[in-house]
Structure formats: C-alpha cells, structure tokens
C-alpha cells in the first residue's frame, strides 16, 4: 500500500479525531484522540487505546475504572482523517459516570439540559 | 453563564470536532469541524453549519449537493470539547456518494472494506 488509512500525518500533532459508538445500541460514547500507535494496540488488543493529550501518553480506556471498550469493528472516513470505533461497552463511557460523555443537550439560547440519568457514581470508580 | 459550552477555545484554531449522527437510524454520518459562528448558525437556522478547514469558510451542508441536514438536537460532551449533531440526513452525507462518509472498515492487517453500497452518483450531485 502507498497510502496509509488512516493518515495519522493529517492530523494536527499526529492526532485523529475518533469516535466510540456502541455497536448494540447506536448511541455515541465519547470523541478521544488517537496516534498511530494507539491504533496500532486497538487494533492488536482488541480493545479502545486513545492518547490522551492530558497526560502526553497512551490511554488504555477503562485501565482505571474497568469500563473497557471492546472493539466490534473500526472505521474509516473517506477523507481517511478521521475514525469510528464500533465497540461493546463495559459499565460507563464517561469518566462522570454517565454511559455517554454526550449527557448535555444544547438549547438555543446557550443553556443544557442533562438528558441522561447517571449509570455509576464516579467516586465508586475513579480514587 | 460565565462558562461557555461547548468551548471553543479549547479548540485547536477555535474549531471543534463535530459528529453528525442519523437521529433515526442512530447511524454516524460523519465527523467535521464547527467554531462559534458554524454552531450559532446552526442552532439559528436549523441547519447543519460546520467550517471547512481546506476552505476557510463556513461550510452549509449540502450547499451544493442539497443533502442537507435538518438539526433534531445538539449534544455537547462532558469536557464541553466535542459537538454531536443529532439530524435528519437528506440524500448522502458523504461527498462520495454513500450515505455515511465511514464506508471502510479497516482490517487488522492495514487493509479497508467498502461495507456500504454508494446511494447516489457523485458525478450527478457535484459538477
């Protein structure tokens, strides 16, 4: 192959955009970061690697708090730029305990209004 | 509200990633980039408004192909760093014809998959 899918080079820092979706139910998990190295040991794991920007490091999901991701299958965009994540979700997505970090909606005037109910309380999980 | 949600400046450029979602379906359409003004316009129009990066525009979906995407609501992540756009998908989200622009599943050797069939000729959409 002469291209790479994805191009990790078109991203900024080296950095794609990707996205987790539970493969059962639809519903978008989370949006974390990847390099060509958490690709890499998603892809040989069999389970969610992002890298964290926070910590500059790799970040195996769930190597805290147990809520793993098991991937169904990856995805790529035509642009080969960014990634879809199918997987199989352990416990809650959103370090706030919440089964997706997408628990806010957006009214118009700027406001939110939290429309899901909280799975875990987060200080069960996180020390 | 002193807090701006989500967070634009959090963005690299003042842009975030934006994840298009079929409210129905529950399918990933696809994932672009929103700064302030694409989102206050799609939250004033009811349209989907993202920024084009290789155009230095606001980027009104389906400006061209009239595959436009009618807003049903708009998420916003716990980090206030990621934007999920809940619609309803006219035609083909992906410039190249097929209903969602993650028509590849990658496989563990580096290789792709075309999984979707093309709904429409991009040749008869874009001129």
């Given at each position: 192959m002469s291209e790479q899918i994805p191009d990790f080079e078109a991203g900024t820092g080296g950095l794609l955009p990707a996205i987790a979706q539970d493969?059962?139910?639809g519903q978008v998990l989370m949006m974390a970061w990847m390099n060509r190295e958490a690709l890499d040991e998603t892809l040989s794991s069999g389970y969610a690697v992002y890298y964290s920007r926070s910590r500059g490091r790799l970040w195996r999901k769930?190597?805290?708090?147990?809520?793993r991701q098991k991937i169904v299958d990856v995805r790529v965009d035509c642009d080969a730029d960014a990634i879809l994540l199918r997987v199989e979700q352990?416990?809650?997505?959103?370090?706030?305990?919440?089964?997706?970090?997408?628990?806010r909606q957006l009214q118009n005037d700027g406001s939110t209004d939290t429309i899901l109910k909280r799975l875990v309380d987060p200080k069960s999980v996180y020390k």
């Open positions: 493969a059962q139910s769930g190597e805290e708090s147990g809520h352990v416990g809650a997505a959103c370090h706030e305990g919440y089964v997706s970090c997408f628990f």
